[in-house]
């Protein structure tokens, strides 16, 4: 059974603090992600990578930081942690494939992360 | 910015009625998928289109990708308490593995 596991299901951190949020999948995919998930904003992408060592921006990038090198591990870094990043942390994983058709994304089942 | 905006954001109806999810945008994908999200779990696939006008099944549910490949609509037939989670959107260009989400419905069906 395919699986995508995240190191925490909830966090607690105080302002200021460094957070590392880490995602493991045992499907051989090339592609991960991370996002994160807010009420009323859906998922919105932090950072993308399509190989190992390889990072690619997505839409919310400030504050955050990744490192993958592994090609099963993908980790999201929070410097320093600000209230603002209070939210649910979703990694997800998919296969490299030329048709998009094929693309699904396979996720974790989160990290609630809050920051006082 | 590529944005999806999905309507109804909140929807609750009662076991046996019928509902329509909307998901719009400016711009043309290459393809467009629907997620079922559950409390405590991160989304699941149920279905990508890939071409304009295309309409899929899965059960209950009837999956439609607008002719111009910008707007998708999802269709549920006698909706059961089963049926209750957030449905997400989601859109691709042609040439990225990356998906944009829509801004979520979260359906909840009484029994």
């Known amino acids: 059974d395919v699986k995508v596991t995240q190191s925490s299901r909830y966090l607690v951190k105080r302002t200021g603090e460094k957070v590392f949020l880490e995602c493991v999948q045992d499907?051989?995919?090339?592609?991960m992600f991370w996002y994160r998930q807010d009420p009323g904003l859906g998922l919105r992408l932090i950072y993308f990578?399509?190989?190992?060592?390889?990072?690619e921006k997505g839409d919310i990038p400030e504050g955050y930081s990744v490192s993958r090198e592994k090609k099963e591990r993908f980790s999201l870094i929070l410097e320093s942690a600000s209230t603002n990043q209070t939210s649910m942390y979703l990694c997800?994983?998919?296969?490299?494939?030329?048709?998009?058709?094929?693309?699904?994304?396979?996720f974790g089942p989160g990290t609630r992360l809050t920051v006082l | 910015t590529q944005l999806l905006e999905q309507s109804p954001q909140f929807l609750s109806i009662q076991e046996g009625e019928n509902l329509t999810v909307y998901c719009n945008s400016s711009?043309?994908?290459?393809?467009l998928q629907w997620y079922r999200q559950e409390p405590g779990e991160g989304p699941v696939l149920l279905v990508t289109?890939?071409?304009?006008?295309e309409v899929k099944k899965l059960k209950r549910l009837t999956f439609q990708f607008g002719d111009a490949r910008k707007d998708s609509s999802l269709h549920i037939t006698a909706a059961q308490p089963g049926d209750t989670g957030l449905y997400l959107c989601a859109g691709a260009t042609s040439g990225t593995y990356k998906y944009i989400f829509g801004t979520g419905t979260r359906l909840k069906v009484l029994a």
């Open positions: 711009s043309v994908f290459s393809s």
């Open positions: 990578s399509y190989d190992v060592k390889m990072k």
């Open positions: 289109v890939v071409t304009g006008g």
């Open positions: 997800a994983s998919s296969s490299t494939i030329t048709s998009d058709l094929y693309n699904e994304q396979f």
């Open positions: 499907m051989d995919h090339e592609n």
